[in-house]
């Protein structure tokens, strides 16, 4: 039983994910235990077809776990109905290899789409804080433009403004950099790794690219479904 | 309250979702407003046609002042009278409170135009002169006089034009000779009652003369017997006594229910009711299909996106109402520029076929509803994909 450590905005104790039944059962998560604590960006390496994306799934609130236990931002997802899990979904950040912007809303309406799930926000205070988080990703000219007169760099800047603005606990990164040439994709890794130290909020990176694993606090192997340090 | 605070209801901002990516491919947008225009006028149409048979069907209904009407149960519609004993109407006097009654003949012969000599179908309405007051139609209280008068004819002004010009005849030359069903009569007078689908032209004579072109309908039967009660008379009661006292197959009715029974003739027992509805709900497929494809395309098209919101923490219930939303733009997009058309049409079409066709509020509000049900149901029907979206997707 995972005991309810605030510290502690992941724990992941003997996950437990297999997709499909009977004689086609294919296990992906053969008992993957983690943590992330506030204020640490932890790296999730692996091989293709290892289990990280369905595990970073879980953590997310996007799949129910089979097996184990999980609890995010203290909150047990073992019998967690649709409710409390889009609760949970809306805790964290997510930021993915693509950027799936709304091509018809321009920067800044796509960044205030995610603060719009939260009744607390005046108009004023939705415009100020996304105009504020683009500017700390350096897009501040650019938020009137549309995601079609944007480069690939810049929409995953975009996104990350989309992840980051209403100051997620969680952060979570599946190949952030994928799509990115290297300069822009170590821009976006210090973005991501700035936001980690100075607001206390915990991030987990699945990525393959090696020149990012000098940002990590911890870096995490995760093989045949099981992670390892 | 919720606007001046700052803080909207996500049903502003999924509104605001759905104009933004409706307005932001406005080719997209203009012709799905045209899907949306094209079922609008489609659906004005049947039921302006629809609306004009009725209203054109029931004009003499409508037209004549009476409390009660009498038929023969197998009368189906104005032009398809069935005669009753005339004894029968007389035997109303009899009740309390009724004040007046009158006989009415009505049939359908040829009118012979006296400029082309070509033949058109005319209602023929006969009555005795005295009673001509049960049809407040303009001009012909000054006509009545001269209805007293062997084989003469008042020649409704708003017939077709086929009839000749009977107007400018009579202004030019005064009382013309015309040939009604082979008998020759002259015309001395007009007045303005209008067009319905059985016929192209009314006349009215009186019932002497009625009787001199339809030699084989007898004085003693009656086609419709028009009751008028003592002012302030109970209708209801008289209509129940009515009933007690004449055979069963007397139909005694109401103005509502005289009016309804000619309706229901058109709407139920010809095609030309059925026509008109099936036109109306082929309008509404057309645009439920057009509005279907715009809304199924647009969340095809930004499935991933929509998945990603999801992840987020976005729920279904917001983009049911992104899609509604979109749903609603599309029925004002299109309601309002097919309204302005339709009205145009209408006019057109008043021209063309003399029987008045009326944009009316009830009208518009009726296809601004069916318009918002189609797209209402094409939205649900285009909302399951993105409901089936799942945010999963994402990772993969």
């Known amino acids: ?229 | 309250m919720i606007f001046l605070t700052g803080q909207k209801s996500s049903f502003y901002f999924a509104f605001r979702l759905a104009w933004r990516q409706l307005w932001h491919d406005k080719i997209r947008f203009v012709t799905a407003s045209f899907g949306v225009i094209f079922a609008c006028i489609l659906v004005f149409m049947q039921i302006g046609f629809k609306n004009a048979l009725f209203e054109s069907a029931t004009l003499l209904q409508r037209t004549m002042v009476g409390d009660l009407y009498l038929q023969d149960e197998q009368s189906e519609a104005l032009w398809r009278l069935v005669p009753f004993p005339r004894q029968h109407l007389y035997r109303a006097l009899s009740i309390e409170g009724v004040d007046d009654v009158t006989a009415l003949y009505a049939s359908q012969a040829a009118w012979k135009n006296p400029v082309t000599g070509v033949n058109r179908t005319a209602l023929i309405l006969g009555i005795d002169p005295t009673k001509v007051n049960i049809f407040p139609l303009v001009g012909l209280n000054d006509e009545k006089e001269k209805l007293q008068m062997r084989d003469v004819v008042l020649f409704d002004s708003f017939s077709r034009p086929e009839f000749g010009p009977v107007q400018k005849l009579l202004k030019d030359h005064g009382e013309f000779p015309v040939e009604v069903s082979g008998q020759r009569l002259d015309v001395v007078g007009t007045f303005k009652m209008g067009i319905t689908f059985s016929a192209d032209g009314n006349l009215i004579v009186n019932d002497r003369t009625f009787f001199k072109i339809f030699p084989m309908k007898s004085a003693m039967g009656v086609d419709v017997g028009v009751i008028t009660l003592k002012n302030g008379d109970d209708v209801s009661r008289v209509q129940v006594q009515l009933r007690h006292l004449l055979p069963k197959n007397i139909n005694v009715l109401t103005k509502e229910e005289y009016i309804a029974d000619e309706k229901a003739y058109w709407n139920d027992i010809t095609p030309i009711g059925y026509i008109f509805n099936f036109g109306v709900i082929m309008g509404l497929f057309v645009g439920l299909v057009i509005v279907y494809q715009v809304l199924f395309n647009d969340i095809t098209n930004h499935l991933h996106e929509y998945a990603t919101l999801k992840a987020m923490g976005y729920d279904n219930a917001y983009f049911v109402k992104v899609v509604l939303s979109a749903a609603s733009i599309l029925v004002f997009a299109g309601f309002v520029p097919g309204w302005v058309l339709c009205f145009g049409l209408y006019s057109l079409v008043e021209k063309s076929i003399f029987i008045e066709m009326n944009l009316t509020f009830e009208k518009s509000v009726l296809t601004f509803c069916l318009l918002l049900v189609m797209c209402f149901i094409s939205a649900v029907l285009a909302v399951r994909k993105l409901k089936a979206a799942s945010p999963v997707d994402v990772f993969q």
């Not at chain 1, 943590?35 to 077809?49: K, R, T, Y």
């Not at chain 1, 996304?130 to 433009?145: I, K, P, Y």
């Open chain 1, 1 to 229: 039983m995972i005991k309810n450590d605030p510290s502690y905005l992941i724990r992941a104790s003997n996950l437990i994910y297999d997709y499909g039944t009977g004689d086609l059962t294919q296990s992906v998560l053969k008992g993957a235990n983690l943590e992330v604590c506030s204020g640490e960006f932890v790296i999730l390496a692996g091989p293709s077809g290892s289990g990280k994306s369905t595990l970073l799934s879980l953590i997310g609130a996007l799949r129910k776990i089979q097996g184990g236990e999980l609890s995010i931002v203290g909150c047990d997802l073992r019998d967690a109905d649709d409710i409390v899990m889009r609760k949970i979904r809306r805790q964290v950040g997510y930021v993915f290899q693509q950027h799936n912007l709304l091509g018809f809303l321009t920067a800044l309406q796509n960044v205030e789409m995610t603060l719009e799930m939260f009744s607390d926000y005046s108009e004023r205070e939705r415009h100020d804080l996304a105009v504020q988080t683009l500017q700390s990703v350096g897009l501040r000219r650019q938020m009137d433009s549309y995601s079609s007169q944007l480069s690939v760099g810049q929409k995953q800047r975009v996104a990350i403004a989309r992840s980051l603005v209403h100051q997620p606990k969680v952060i979570l990164a599946d190949e952030p950099t994928a799509s990115l040439d290297s300069k822009t994709g170590l821009q976006v890794v210090e973005i991501l790794h700035g936001m980690v130290k100075n607001t206390g909020c915990g991030a987990l990176i699945v990525t393959h690219d090696h020149r990012i694993f000098e940002y990590a606090d911890r870096i995490l192997n995760i093989e045949d479904g099981v992670v390892t340090s």
